[in-house]
Structure formats: C-alpha cells, structure tokens
C-alpha cells in the first residue's frame, strides 16, 4: 500500500471505532503524542475488539495473539488534550494469523493522523505453537465482520 494511498484513508474504510482520550502524559517533550503512544494505541483497539467481537478472554483463552509486526506511517501530529477515534479493520486473516489496519483521527478533523498495521498470530496459549486447526471459529467469524471490501478493477 502507498504512501498517498494510506493518506487518503477515512472513517468509513473501517468497520471498528474506538474513542480514546489522550493523557498530559502521551505527549513527548515535543509536544505531540510520542511514537510509542501509537503502539499502545494499536494494542488497545485491536484488544477491545478482540474481547467484545471475538469472545478472547486474555486471562483464560485456549489461543492468544503474538504480535510478529508492526509499523506506523504518520501523517499528522495529535496532541493532548486530543480526543481520537481508532480506527480498526482486517486487510488478511490467514489460518492462524490476522494483518490488522488502524488508523488514528483526530475529533472535528477528517484527514488521518497514522495508520499502522500490526500483525498477530495465534498461538495455543500452552505450547505458544499455532493450533493445527487454525484460528478458533468464534475468532475467526468476529475477524470477518471487520474484514475489508475487496473492489473489483475492471
């Protein structure tokens, strides 16, 4: 994905909004949300959906997701006392694995501030090994409710 075309992103390319209100502490010495905010930002959203769409308990699960990538793009700075939307949707679920989209707007502003991708794979919670069968089927179907719309190119 390029560049211009991740900058163009909007709301209604997601399918899973959360609203979080940033903290005096999020901000660096620079004045806006320091980089590693995103991260926590990316882990909060894909998480609270994961426990209310997708049924995970994190304490008791029989599969938990390890993060093996992620990355940022930033267009835009936010700062405190900013309230964002986090934007969540999934680009590819695999047998065991999901490529997450999230992309973070700022209140009363249309133009993306990031977008990130973050990538898990589930793993059976006792031997941290995926399962043979692949995601369980709850996760998998609370994962395509978020999927994205494939468009057709003539």
């Known amino acids: 994905m390029s560049y211009a075309e ?84 999934v680009n590819k679920l695999g047998k065991s694995s999901v490529t997450y989209e999230v992309a973070v707007f700022e209140h009363g502003a249309d133009d993306v501030r990031a977008v990130g991708a973050f990538i898990h794979v589930f793993v059976d919670r006792k031997v941290n090994r995926p399962a043979p069968q692949g995601l369980s089927p709850s996760m998998r179907r609370g994962l395509e409710k978020i999927m994205k719309k494939e468009v057709s190119k003539l």
């Open 6 to 89: 991740l900058k163009k992103r909007r709301r209604s390319d997601y399918g899973f909004i959360l609203e979080y209100r940033t903290r005096w502490s999020d901000n660096d010495m620079y004045a806006h949300l320091n980089n590693s905010i995103y991260s926590f930002l990316f882990d909060s959203v894909i998480n609270a959906y994961l426990i209310e769409a997708c049924g995970l308990d994190p304490l008791t699960s029989d599969q938990i997701g390890l993060v093996v990538h992620s990355h940022c793009d930033f267009f835009g700075s936010v700062a405190y006392p900013a309230i964002v939307d986090l934007a969540l949707r």
